[in-house]
């Protein structure tokens, strides 16, 4: 059996190249996931940023919003970034009609917390387990973690708000670290994958 894990970028909306990229740098096999059949040939799966409300719109269209909560629920290794925070969330704080998410990271989120599109920015962001120093977050309309339960584990904040998470094989950012080149925080989670087979 081959030791290089095979992750998927769920591709209905957002950043999935720049995840893709990130991701074979990674030492991974990266692959697109728009429906269930394809879902089923991953190992651990990338929830991209873009727009929350959009993907769990279009994640019901492609008949992939039930197949998505099992896999988690089971255990796939699956890391969010962003609008894939608070898809990973068990309940965003303030949600949109009809807007439902994959849960998987007992957290309370709330949606564009650090501000509109024009407050996005850049900064250091000290990761628990991650080494050699901060990783450089992109904060683009981004969320915060509210609260975790007692099984989430807080890797990171900033500026006394909660950015980064994880609990079990659930790994979640409020930033996006595959826009910058570095690779660190996916490398994590390519190892999380691999400890998962």
Known sequence: MSTTPVIGVLALQGDVREHLIALAAADAV???????????????????????TTISKLATLFGLMEPLRERIAAGMPVYGTCAGLIMLADKILDPRSGQETFGGID??????????????????????????GPVEGVFIRAPWVESVGAEVEVLAEHEGHIVAVRQG??????????????????????????AGR
């Open 107 to 132: 957290m309370i989120v709330r949606r564009n917390a650090f501000g509109r599109q024009n407050e996005s920015f850049e900064a250091g962001v000290t990761v628990r387990g991650v080494e050699d």
């Open 169 to 194: 094989r659930a790994l979640a950012t409020s930033f996006h670290p595959e826009l910058t080149g570095d690779h660190r925080l996916h490398a994590l989670f390519v190892d999380m994958v691999r």
């Open 30 to 52: 990266a692959r697109p996931v728009r429906r269930p059949e394809e879902l089923a040939e991953v190992d651990g799966l990338v929830v991209p940023g873009g727009e929350s």
